[in-house]
């Protein structure tokens, strides 16, 4: 049989018809040309889910609503600085506001500040956050520093009092890092969790939210009676790109102006350096990359042997080889940027040789399976990270060798993220990790919590020494460096306390986490700020040049 | 539609009833016996102690043993707001209708793509056996079912997006232009061409086994010598009897409409449901995973359903009992 194709005149016709509709569906498609000057696009690959700055906040993607909806007491500034936002001033002692003995903050509001509702923000709000926050009923995201609370006391519509357990310096942290909500909306509700107020937020902030479209973007307005002076972009947009790839590839070609949070790809710095008319910077995040060590597992009790194995790392050749040198290299929980880092912290790896004598002298022989052993217990063990996130794995592969070389067996053993950091990590049934991890209130070098005796929570209950590290020095310069305000005082603290963890290595630093941040080079205001995961902490200041 | 169709699909309905049931337990069950759970995502905040933690479990139900979540969540089900979600506790029906819209778009013109060109590449690769069209096609829906989607999908940007300009790299609308068809018809058309690709490797390979089928089958003989003209042949007497197995596989295919694709919604970030379903089982976000797969087997079940009431319709030897 044969399917004869024969042209009539009448077909070709509609068929050149049909053809000439393709031409404008497809056309010319560039943004770039129609980029309106009014609004920005900021691109994230993760999409935030609700917007209450209390409840749970997917670190990064939900800071931003976060950022332009609401407002803090006091903002951190790229310096490290606070920065006074909802209050009218920055408590100190040279000014009064917080007490000689440290236990008592009187903090001062603005007074012309003004719900998007209209309704005026007062203390009242102040003190109802606060309530929430150490309501059991509601599941807030983080009590730090909270929990201190003795007495809160509304002085006037304009001050609140606070009265603290004991001194407690990094308190400022607390609340630089926790967005004040409205009383008279949320007081109403009778469940603050599933409240509607959740996805139409009411809050003091340069923006409102206009529009949501679920897995696509978000659309925020300037608000014209932002107390800051309304922000100069008039429409904000968060756009969700699952993809990292596609996100930069949409940076690239206009479609978004800015792409923040997970950033450019580290394989794609050096070109994205190079684009004309886009700003490459490398921004650090507040996370270190650690490996840690559980020292309740007797390969790890003690600390002669995980320096040794730290000092057999080749942490530096890790960074260059798989992050593309993108990390920076630290020898403390801290970015060497940090102003509280230790710098005469000195890095003596790698040193396999160095190692290898360390161990033997620690008492672990190399057996006759050439893998070292004590009392009838192998150097062997397993290190654990989130599956499917292939720089990690390499990393892993790095240091599997590594150890091997000093006759040291590690089995990569990576779960998903939901196994791995659920009770495998919080009750300390890891041999090893390899984690990011930032400081734990706010940025402020404070670190009990996780290298305090009493914060093992395989032990006490509560805390997050997940390594299960003891050692009573370490707990006396925590204690002290909460209770000193002298700035230069609490550098030599934190200092020993770095110089300390050094040498006894519950957790080995890597490298500072950095992402690649891209913006349209017209985008001005953008003030890179590692003290906070935030790519839109300043966004009132945001102008296009 | 006769009083036997109308029983024999009250009957279905009944029938399924415990499978839904089954479904749910099952789902429920492996859910919560699977390590690891929706509040592992807190310990990556150092912020979040673990006495924070065992707050949040019992402010999210946790804390219950797993039947009494499950008959918390099955109420939930039936009383219509299907629960809510652990993080933001939005209404989980509200959070999975606002999706659906999306997939529907893009799995429906993907499927009825690939239906119309994978079938007829189907019928011309059975009628011209062994030509070289014939291996251009199996050649080619080979390679498409090998490639990954992801990889398509990337090269597709990299080419329309990136490099020629022509096409947005993802999303459903221009911001600004939402509801223009226009705008919807750029932006549908890299993601339904790669999902098609994938969709047509399935259906040629279907309809042209069963087009083979069907063509050497006495009566397309008959018909021949009859003396009937090739065309008639091919769509009267072969199209019908070759349809009949297509229409089970579109029964199977039909829930997809509404599940979504989970690869492709990420590369072209299209706000659809197979997007919500990556983020919730990263987040383990039971309420929304539970009702997805409730969802997914309400179609599975319709699906089947209509493929068989159909098959029943157009082949007369199989009768609904």
């Given at each position: 049989?044969a399917?004869?194709?024969?042209?009539t005149?009448r077909?070709?016709?509609?068929?050149?018809?049909?053809?000439?509709?393709?031409?404008?569906?497809?056309?010319?498609?560039?943004?770039a040309?129609a980029?309106?000057?009014d609004?920005?696009?900021l691109?994230?690959?993760?999409?935030?889910?609700q917007?209450?700055?209390?409840?749970?906040?997917?670190?990064?993607?939900?800071?931003?609503?976060?950022?332009?909806l609401f407002?803090?007491?006091?903002?951190?500034?790229?310096?490290?600085?606070?920065i006074p936002?909802?209050?009218?001033?920055?408590?100190?002692?040279?000014?009064?506001?917080?007490s000689?003995?440290?236990k008592?903050?009187?903090?001062?509001?603005?007074?012309?500040?003004?719900?998007?509702?209209?309704?005026p923000?007062?203390?009242?709000?102040?003190?109802?956050?606060?309530?929430?926050?150490?309501n059991?009923?509601?599941?807030?995201?983080s009590?730090?520093?909270?929990?201190l609370i003795?007495?809160f006391?509304?002085?006037?519509?304009?001050?609140?009092?606070?009265?603290?357990e004991?001194p407690?310096?990094p308190?400022?942290?607390?609340?630089?890092?926790?967005?004040?909500?409205?009383?008279?909306l949320?007081?109403?509700?009778e469940?603050?969790?599933?409240?509607?107020?959740?996805?139409q937020?009411?809050?003091?902030?340069?923006?409102?939210?206009?529009?949501?479209?679920?897995?696509?973007?978000m659309?925020?307005?300037?608000?014209?009676?932002?107390?800051?002076?309304?922000?100069?972009?008039?429409?904000?947009?968060?756009k969700?790109?699952?993809?990292?790839?596609?996100?930069?590839?949409?940076?690239?070609?206009?479609?978004?102006?800015?792409?923040?949070v997970?950033?450019?790809?580290?394989?794609?710095?050096?070109?994205?350096?190079?684009?004309?008319?886009r700003?490459?910077?490398?921004?650090?995040?507040p996370?270190?990359?650690f490996?840690?060590?559980?020292?309740g597992?007797?390969?790890?009790?003690?600390?002669?042997?995980?320096?040794a194995?730290?000092?057999?790392?080749?942490?530096?050749?890790a960074?260059?080889?798989?992050?593309?040198?993108?990390?920076?290299r630290?020898?403390s929980?801290?970015h060497?940027?940090?102003?509280?880092?230790?710098?005469?912290?000195?890095?003596?790896?790698?040193?396999?040789?160095?190692a290898?004598?360390?161990?033997?002298?620690?008492?672990?022989?190399?057996?006759?399976?050439g893998?070292?052993e004590?009392?009838?217990?192998?150097?062997?063990?397993?290190?654990?990270?989130t599956?499917?996130?292939?720089a990690?794995q390499?990393?892993?592969?790095?240091?599997?060798?590594?150890?091997?070389a000093?006759?040291?067996e590690?089995?990569i053993?990576?779960?998903?993220?939901?196994?791995?950091?659920?009770?495998?990590?919080?009750?300390?049934?890891?041999d090893?990790?390899?984690?990011?991890?930032?400081?734990?209130?706010?940025?402020?070098?404070?670190?009990?919590?996780?290298?305090?005796?009493?914060?093992i929570?395989?032990?006490?209950?509560?805390?997050?020494?997940?390594?299960q590290?003891?050692?009573a020095e370490?707990?006396?310069l925590?204690?002290?460096?909460?209770?000193?305000?002298n700035?230069?005082e609490r550098?030599k603290?934190?200092?020993?306390?770095?110089?300390?963890?050094?040498?006894?290595v519950?957790?080995?630093p890597?490298?500072?986490?950095?992402q690649?941040?891209?913006?349209?080079?017209?985008?001005?205001?953008?003030?890179?700020?590692?003290?906070?995961?935030?790519?839109?902490?300043n966004?009132?200041?945001w102008?296009?040049? | 539609?006769?009083?036997?169709?109308?029983?024999?699909?009250?009957?279905?309905?009944l029938?399924?009833?415990?499978?839904?049931?089954g479904?749910?337990?099952?789902?429920?069950?492996i859910?919560?016996?699977?390590?690891?759970?929706?509040?592992?995502?807190?310990?990556?905040n150092?912020?979040?102690?673990?006495?924070d933690?065992?707050?949040l479990?019992?402010?999210l139900?946790l804390?219950?043993?797993?039947?009494?979540?499950?008959?918390s969540?099955a109420?939930?089900?039936?009383?219509?707001s299907?629960?809510?979600?652990?993080?933001?506790?939005?209404?989980v029906l509200?959070?999975i209708l606002?999706?659906?819209p999306?997939?529907?778009?893009?799995?429906?013109?993907?499927?009825?793509?690939?239906?119309?060109?994978?079938t007829?590449?189907?019928?011309?690769?059975?009628?011209?056996r062994?030509?070289?069209?014939?291996?251009l096609?199996?050649?080619?829906?080979?390679?498409?079912?090998?490639?990954?989607?992801?990889?398509?999908?990337?090269?597709?940007?990299?080419?329309?997006?990136i490099?020629?300009?022509?096409?947005?790299?993802?999303?459903?609308?221009?911001?600004?232009e939402?509801g223009?068809?226009w705008?919807?018809?750029?932006?549908?058309?890299?993601?339904?061409?790669?999902?098609?690709?994938v969709?047509?490797?399935?259906w040629?390979?279907?309809s042209?086994?069963?087009f083979?089928?069907?063509?050497?089958?006495?009566y397309?003989?008959?018909?021949?010598?009859?003396?009937?003209?090739e065309?008639?042949?091919?769509?009267?007497?072969a199209?019908?009897n070759?349809v009949?197995?297509?229409?089970?596989?579109?029964?199977?295919?039909?829930?997809?409409?509404?599940?979504?694709?989970?690869?492709?919604?990420?590369?072209?970030?299209w706000?659809?449901m197979?997007?919500l379903?990556?983020?919730?089982?990263?987040m383990?976000?039971y309420?929304?995973?539970?009702?997805?797969i409730?969802?997914?087997?309400f179609?599975?079940?319709?699906?089947n359903?209509?493929?068989?009431v159909?098959?029943?319709a157009?082949?007369?030897?199989v009768?609904?009992?």
């Amino acid at each position: 049989m044969a399917i004869k194709f024969s042209p009539t005149r009448r077909s070709v016709l509609k068929g050149a018809a049909a053809s000439s509709l393709i031409v404008p569906v497809t056309g010319i498609y560039s943004p770039a040309l129609a980029q309106k000057r009014d609004r920005i696009i900021l691109g994230t690959t993760q999409e935030p889910v609700q917007f209450n700055p209390l409840l749970y906040v997917n670190a990064g993607a939900e800071n931003i609503p976060e950022a332009c909806l609401f407002d803090a007491l006091w903002d951190v500034n790229e310096k490290g600085e606070f920065i006074p936002n909802l209050a009218a001033r920055i408590p100190t002692m040279e000014n009064g506001d917080i007490s000689a003995d440290g236990k008592v903050w009187r903090i001062n509001l603005k007074r012309d500040v003004k719900w998007s509702d209209g309704q005026p923000f007062t203390a009242k709000d102040v003190e109802f956050t606060y309530q929430t926050i150490v309501n059991p009923k509601v599941a807030v995201r983080s009590r730090s520093g909270f929990d201190l609370i003795k007495n809160f006391k509304v002085a006037d519509p304009h001050t609140v009092e606070i009265e603290l357990e004991r001194p407690f310096v990094p308190f400022m942290w607390a609340w630089q890092n926790m967005h004040i909500v409205p009383h008279h909306l949320l007081s109403k509700e009778e469940n603050i969790n599933t409240s509607g107020f959740n996805a139409q937020p009411v809050g003091t902030g340069a923006y409102l939210l206009k529009t949501r479209t679920a897995g696509s973007h978000m659309v925020y307005e300037a608000n014209p009676n932002y107390h800051r002076g309304a922000p100069k972009i008039r429409q904000f947009i968060h756009k969700f790109v699952p993809d990292q790839l596609v996100a930069y590839g949409q940076a690239r070609t206009g479609e978004i102006d800015y792409i923040g949070v997970s950033g450019v790809p580290f394989d794609r710095w050096a070109e994205a350096a190079k684009l004309p008319d886009r700003h490459f910077f490398p921004l650090g995040q507040p996370w270190v990359q650690f490996v840690y060590f559980n020292c309740g597992k007797p390969q790890f009790k003690d600390p002669k042997v995980r320096k040794a194995l730290y000092l057999a790392l080749e942490m530096q050749k890790a960074i260059d080889d798989v992050f593309f040198g993108a990390y920076k290299r630290t020898l403390s929980y801290l970015h060497t940027t940090h102003w509280a880092y230790n710098h005469d912290l000195k890095d003596s790896g790698p040193n396999p040789q160095l190692a290898a004598k360390m161990l033997d002298e620690a008492g672990w022989k190399v057996g006759a399976d050439g893998v070292r052993e004590k009392d009838g217990v192998k150097m062997k063990f397993s290190m654990s990270t989130t599956a499917g996130f292939p720089a990690r794995q390499a990393t892993q592969a790095i240091f599997q060798q590594n150890w091997k070389a000093i006759g040291v067996e590690m089995e990569i053993k990576n779960m998903p993220a939901s196994v791995v950091w659920g009770e495998y990590t919080t009750k300390s049934q890891f041999d090893t990790l390899l984690v990011s991890w930032e400081p734990t209130v706010g940025m402020d070098p404070d670190y009990t919590a996780r290298a305090h005796s009493k914060m093992i929570p395989a032990k006490t209950g509560s805390g997050s020494n997940y390594t299960q590290y003891e050692n009573a020095e370490v707990d006396r310069l925590l204690e002290e460096g909460v209770r000193q305000t002298n700035v230069d005082e609490r550098k030599k603290t934190y200092a020993r306390i770095q110089e300390i963890l050094l040498e006894e290595v519950p957790f080995g630093p890597q490298g500072g986490v950095y992402q690649g941040q891209m913006t349209h080079k017209s985008l001005q205001g953008i003030k890179p700020n590692q003290y906070v995961v935030d790519a839109a902490w300043n966004v009132h200041e945001w102008s296009w040049g | 539609m006769s009083g036997d169709v109308i029983g024999y699909i009250l009957r279905r309905i009944l029938h399924s009833i415990p499978l839904v049931i089954g479904v749910s337990i099952i789902g429920f069950g492996i859910m919560h016996l699977a390590p690891g759970g929706p509040l592992a995502v807190y310990t990556l905040n150092p912020t979040i102690t673990v006495t924070d933690i065992e707050r949040l479990r019992v402010a999210l139900g946790l804390d219950q043993p797993i039947h009494l979540q499950y008959l918390s969540w099955a109420k939930a089900m039936l009383t219509g707001s299907w629960g809510v979600t652990f993080f933001g506790g939005r209404p989980v029906l509200e959070v999975i209708l606002e999706r659906v819209p999306a997939t529907m778009t893009l799995m429906g013109s993907s499927l009825a793509l690939a239906i119309v060109i994978g079938t007829l590449i189907g019928i011309l690769g059975a009628v011209k056996r062994n030509s070289i069209f014939d291996y251009l096609a199996t050649t080619g829906a080979m390679l498409a079912l090998s490639f990954p989607t992801f990889w398509f999908g990337l090269m597709a940007i990299y080419v329309f997006a990136i490099q020629l300009g022509w096409l947005p790299s993802g999303g459903m609308y221009e911001l600004g232009e939402e509801g223009n068809p226009w705008d919807l018809l750029r932006h549908l058309i890299l993601p339904v061409m790669v999902l098609t690709l994938v969709l047509l490797a399935t259906w040629s390979r279907y309809s042209r086994s069963s087009f083979l089928d069907v063509i050497q089958q006495d009566y397309i003989r008959t018909a021949r010598s009859k003396g009937l003209g090739e065309r008639q042949i091919l769509f009267r007497h072969a199209l019908r009897n070759a349809v009949i197995p297509l229409v089970a596989l579109l029964g199977v295919q039909l829930p997809t409409l509404f599940s979504g694709a989970l690869v492709a919604e990420t590369i072209f970030s299209w706000p659809g449901m197979g997007r919500l379903f990556v983020d919730a089982l990263n987040m383990k976000e039971y309420p929304i995973l539970m009702g997805m797969i409730m969802f997914t087997a309400f179609f599975v079940i319709v699906g089947n359903l209509i493929a068989d009431v159909a098959i029943a319709a157009i082949d007369p030897r199989v009768k609904l009992a």
